[in-house]
């Protein structure tokens, strides 16, 4: 015993020479407990024995002290000392036992690196109340006693946000000083960023006017999460607004030139920002396309913001209209687009963009037949039209007694024009005169079309034929009355003249 009292003073003695335990008049030997290494820490003891002059406060104002040691001074003894504390006003305490000790720390389980003067967030660390209606405290919890006075009515300070917070308030809040003005939109305890959202809590209201009016909605999820994401803090300046392309960057727009504020297609105080109808600008276009999963017929064609469209208008028709006849074999396809002869907004077109518009010259030699019943509509001929298989129907589908029955005139168009039906080729540019055997080579007979006709069966080989132009032909000379004048006078033999001439 008389060695542990000599350590214990030698202790007390060195804690009192280092000024931190300050010994009492009467000092004498006392037992100081180890644990005295945490309490000395404590803002509570740490306030106490470091009080100077005659409100020096010793080691036996608080605690008894025996043989046995130091023993805990009794709740009720703060009040001794502190009459005017001795009632507080902590908020919502009902059917709390609170004494001087539950806020006041005076040791600690564990040496700490630094104390708060206040143990608040013993408790709020973590929602209080029922159901929790206090939430954890998140901000300024260093500093409590910057804002609150549980000794003293109003229990929070008149302090001015000012006091830490350089800000500029503009915004119309109510309130008598500058905290309570704040406090409007920042909620006690809780983050800055938390106050963006409650923005809406006024601008929902129906009384609000239609500019300043926010719509439910208008805030979402990664997305427009608060007010402050765009607006500037405290001032809310709608004429500084953060320009929308300072988060959606690289963003494609359709026709940028003529789209180039968001804020013309897109109303940010309304639903996820939606955008409006197109027909609000482009109210004399009449679009019949089905709408879109968005429920705009425009953006179907002419998607906003696609970036693989690049500095294109308008999405190919034929990324909707995949199925013959609309697909790749499209007459025309190669060197014509949809627009050129579809009206766009169009969905199914009752009338074609005249075909003249691109074969003007067609239709005039269209015009030149005396009678051009069958050739006036494009599709009397084209039938394919306007989206089927590149082709032609046959001439002879409708000109079946013009049929020649010669070798090498099957095909109409080897000698007559398409449209006009005028002959683009004589028989003397397939048939060579000089070439021609027989009586061919007889200069009166190098007039085809005094023996021939291209559209009836083979020339006349008989006496009428031949007695348009040998009218002194007298066929009752003939022993017998010949059938065909060909027969002695030969046009197909290779040695003309055999016979003498006629």
């Known amino acids: 015993m008389t060695s542990r009292r000599f350590i214990t003073s030698f202790v007390f003695v060195l804690a009192a020479g280092c000024g931190v335990l300050p010994p009492p008049p009467d000092a004498g030997l006392m037992n100081v407990p180890l644990s005295y290494r945490l309490a000395k820490a404590a803002p509570g003891h740490q306030t106490h024995l470091t009080i100077k002059g005659e409100k020096q406060v010793y080691c036996r104002d608080c605690h008894a002290v025996t043989d046995a040691g130091f023993h805990a001074p009794p709740a009720d003894l703060c009040a001794s000392c502190h009459k005017d504390q001795v009632k507080q006003h902590h908020p919502l305490d009902a059917g709390v036992d609170l004494s001087c000790l539950t806020c006041h720390p005076f040791m600690a389980k564990t040496l700490p690196t630094r104390f708060e003067k206040w143990m608040c967030f013993d408790c709020h660390q973590k929602p209080q109340g029922e159901k929790d209606r206090i939430p954890a405290i998140a901000v300024h919890k260093s500093e409590c006693q910057e804002c609150h006075r549980p000794h003293q009515q109003p229990f929070t300070l008149a302090a001015e946000c000012t006091q830490c917070h350089d800000v500029t308030l503009k915004h119309g809040a109510k309130g008598d000083t500058l905290a309570e003005k704040c406090m409007?939109?920042?909620?006690?305890?809780?983050?800055?960023?938390?106050?963006?959202?409650?923005?809406?809590?006024c601008h929902m209201k129906p009384e609000m006017t239609a500019k300043a009016r926010v719509a439910q909605g208008a805030l979402f999820d990664k997305g427009h999460t608060g007010c402050g994401s765009c607006h500037t803090a405290h001032t809310f300046d709608h004429n500084v607004v953060k320009p929308c392309t300072s988060c959606h960057q690289n963003q494609r727009v359709v026709g940028a030139k003529d789209h180039d504020a968001c804020i013309d297609c897109h109303k940010p105080h309304q639903p996820r920002a939606a955008p409006v109808d197109c027909?609000?600008?482009h109210n004399k276009e009449v679009v019949k396309h089905p709408k879109s999963k968005e429920g705009q017929t425009c953006i179907g064609c002419h998607p906003v913001h696609e970036k693989a469209m690049g500095e294109k208008l308008a999405v190919a028709c034929t990324n909707c209209h995949t199925k013959a006849p609309f697909d790749a074999k499209v007459i025309h396809a190669e060197k014509v687009q949809c627009a050129d002869c579809h009206e766009p907004h169009e969905a199914k077109p009752t009338s074609l963009r005249e075909c003249k518009s691109c074969h003007d010259t067609r239709f005039v030699e269209v015009a030149r037949i005396k009678d051009p019943k069958g050739h006036r509509e494009c599709k009397g001929c084209h039938e394919n039209l306007p989206h089927g298989l590149a082709g032609q129907k046959p001439c002879l589908s409708c000109h079946e007694k013009r049929k020649p029955p010669q070798a090498g005139h099957t095909d109409c168009k080897s000698c007559h024009e398409s449209h006009s039906g005028a002959v683009i080729k004589t028989?003397?540019?397939?048939?060579?005169?000089?070439?021609?055997?027989?009586?061919?080579q007889e200069k009166e007979h190098q007039q085809c079309e005094k023996c021939h006709t291209p559209h009836t069966?083979?020339?006349g080989r008989g006496p009428a034929t031949c007695k348009s132009c040998h009218k002194a032909l007298k066929l009752e000379q003939h022993p017998t009355p010949p059938t065909q004048c060909s027969g002695c006078h030969l046009f197909l033999d290779a040695k003309p003249g055999r016979d003498g001439g006629q």
């Open 427 to 440: 028989c003397k540019q397939c048939h060579e005169v000089a070439k021609l055997p027989g009586l061919h």
């Open 279 to 281: 027909k609000s600008c």
């Open 457 to 459: 069966p083979d020339p």
């Open 184 to 201: 409007n939109c920042h909620e006690h305890h809780t983050e800055a960023v938390k106050a963006s959202g409650m923005c809406v809590t």
